[in-house]
């Protein structure tokens, strides 16, 4: 069983800057090590899944399934609200570099716990179904729309989480995903299409 790591490592933050470990400079190293250790202080991290949402209750708003849904798993993790006063902060005293490395090592953290509960998911696979790739709504061809739904059925407001007038999530460093099971007779191209996000294969959070 995978147990959920906080911990923040420089190498990890480097893919969300673009930067190569060899190119590194100990300057920079530095002000990454500051940004992480800043993030870890003010992150609020809490995150609430749904492995069998009631298919009779729940429905998307204009997402249409690929495929026949056997089951359907919704997900959501937040770092909380005082980061994104940290953001302000360093936007104001003009410090947009920091405030770079800070959203970016942001972004790693909350990505990391995706993860994580993507993991938990998966490993609820029972006999006689699969699961596709998680998606979010917003990228691809899940409507923006969506994350008042699922915010609604997870009843996000508990977390703190609050979905905007124009569908964007507060805060800002929150993900909506949701994960489509299949029977296994089923075929289709997204029971085989990777995600890569991490190159690992086979994908760990995928079983």
Request: charged share 30%; proline share 4%.
């Amino acid at each position: 069983m995978i147990e959920l790591d906080l911990s923040l490592s420089v190498a990890e933050v480097l893919p969300w800057i673009k930067v190569k470990p060899e190119n590194l400079d100990s300057k920079q190293k530095v002000d990454i090590e500051r940004a992480i250790e800043e993030v870890m202080q003010l992150s609020s991290v809490a995150y609430v899944y749904n492995l069998d949402a009631d298919l009779d209750f729940f429905e998307f708003e204009e997402y249409k399934p690929p495929f026949p849904l056997k089951r359907l798993s919704l997900a959501c993790v937040t770092l909380g609200s005082d980061i994104d006063s940290a953001f302000e902060y360093y936007s104001k005293k003009g410090m947009d570099y920091f405030r770079y490395l800070l959203e970016n090592s942001a972004n790693a953290l909350v990505e990391k716990i995706v993860d994580y509960v993507n993991f938990l998911i998966c490993s609820s696979k029972s006999e006689g179904e699969k699961q596709s790739f998680r998606k979010s709504p917003g990228i691809g061809r899940v409507p923006l729309i969506e994350n008042k739904r699922i915010a609604e059925y997870l009843y996000l407001d508990k977390i703190g989480v609050k979905v905007r007038e124009n569908f964007s999530l507060s805060p800002k460093k929150t993900v909506i995903f949701f994960v489509e099971w299949g029977d296994l007779q089923v075929e289709h191209h997204e029971f085989k299409k990777r995600c890569n996000h991490c190159g690992q294969s086979p994908c760990i959070y995928r079983i």
